[in-house]
């Protein structure tokens, strides 16, 4: 048996309000989306608040909050608004991630070195809310660095690994986040990963020991439209589980 420590698999359902709110419907419902991803095996659900509201609204979190069996992790922006949001729901988590009104998905991680005073507020009203925080970064040392005591958990930003178009590129960035990893992890800080992953290039970041959670969306709803999400969930954590040696 592996010594490595089981890899748990957070399960995003924006968009799954996306295909609802393309139409103004009230389906898809996301909410029940969550509960089924949650059957299907699902360690957590990840949902994305943001500011324009063009997925997940602020009912869905409401409906889903007394009924999810998983921890439940809120993405948010930097911003009173959400803060106050959040505070008053108080899900187990929130990861406080970038936003612009503009991109199509978040395009990178987090700037503490840039706004450290900021951040640090955000992370102390959080934690003062009983909620952990998660800090959703590039691998890059001054980041790490920024976050010192900020917050019980980091989350790698693998977008540039995923959207790297050549195996060259690819192995140095898993180098970079490994090499993170690993430095995170003798700062005393529990690390997630995810953007943009999938069942194609899941198998180098879920092999990462010091990595102990993905969080995954946009793929898995994707696939889930032509074999049900269920079947997309055992999919993604076989080659988790593949990768992982389990």
Known sequence: MSS??????GVNIDHVATVRQARGTDYPDPVAAALLAAGAGADGITLHLREDRRHIQDHDL?????????PI???MAVTDEM???????RPAHVCLVPEKRQERTTEGGLDIAGAPR??????????????????????????LDAAQGLAPNLEINTGAYAEANDAKTRDALIEKIAGFARSATAAGFQVH??????????A??????????LNIGHAL???ALFIGLPGAIAELRAEMLRARGH
């Open 4 to 9: 490595v420590p089981k890899l748990r698999l």
């Open 62 to 70: 409401k409906r889903l909050l007394p009924l999810c069996p998983v």
């Open 73 to 75: 992790n809120l993405e």
């Open 83 to 89: 803060l106050a949001i959040a505070c008053a729901a």
């Open 118 to 143: 900021l951040i640090a507020q955000a992370c102390a009203r959080l934690h003062d809310a009983g909620i952990a925080v998660s800090l959703f970064i590039d691998p890059e040392a001054a980041q």
């Open 193 to 202: 990963a995810g953007h943009g992953l999938n069942c194609d290039n899941v």
């Open 204 to 213: 180098p970041v879920a092999a990462i020991a010091d990595i102990v959670e």
């Open 221 to 223: 709803i994707a696939r």
